[in-house]
């Protein structure tokens, strides 16, 4: 089946400008995971949605930073007043509805890579 | 929070070789360890995953083994071919959703 698929695969903007971020998630998948992976590293988690809502956005590293996910599938990472430093690959994940406590397999869609000149 | 550090950072090995990729996590909540593959471009793709209650899983020519009083866990990879060649990261899970990895080993495996 269709994994999760984001949009733009690169994005190339000015510093200051706004830009956003989509991430189509696995069908059925009720949780949605943004991360930032930086040159030669390890990708760090930025927010956690179940469903429409934002249950963890404790990795977004300032205000900044917003995503949204109103109808519980499609969700946009949206950027304000870009800075150099935001330049990173943007990954989005989805999993599906963990049971009994049992967390489910994220898995991961091919990343935007946003180059902020 | 966790924090997970990965050994070595770039690995090469002959084709037909084994590989031994290992990292070590910090939080003893950590219950799930799952690894990914990533090639160049291409977001990471998980290869195989370990909960806490399990020691050791196989899957073909992939293992990963799980030390929780050590708190380590390693990936092996027996026959290695050239397609093998990619960044492997290791993460961990720390109760809740967020994963936190590895800094990432890079394989590259010479025919």
Partial sequence: GAGVSQTPSNKVTEKGKYVELRCDPISGHTALYWYRQSLGQGPEFLIYFQGTGAADDSGLPNDRFFAVRPEGSVSTLKIQRTERGDSAVYLCASSEPGTGGRNQPQHFGDGTRLSIL | ?111
């Fill in chain 2, 1 to 111: 929070g966790e924090n997970v550090e990965q050994h070595p950072s770039t690995l090469s090995v002959q084709e037909g070789d084994s590989a031994v990729i290992k990292c070590t996590y910090s939080d003893s909540a950590s219950n799930y360890f799952p690894w990914y593959k990533q090639e160049l471009g291409k977001g990471p793709q998980l290869i195989i995953d370990i909960r806490s209650n399990v020691g050791e899983k196989k899957d073909q020519r992939i293992a990963v083994t799980l030390n929780k009083t050590a708190k380590h866990f390693s990936l092996h990879i027996t026959e290695t071919q050239p397609e093998d060649s990619a960044v492997y990261f290791c993460a961990a899970l720390p109760g809740g959703n967020m994963l936190t990895f590895g800094g990432g080993t890079r394989l590259m495996v010479k025919p």
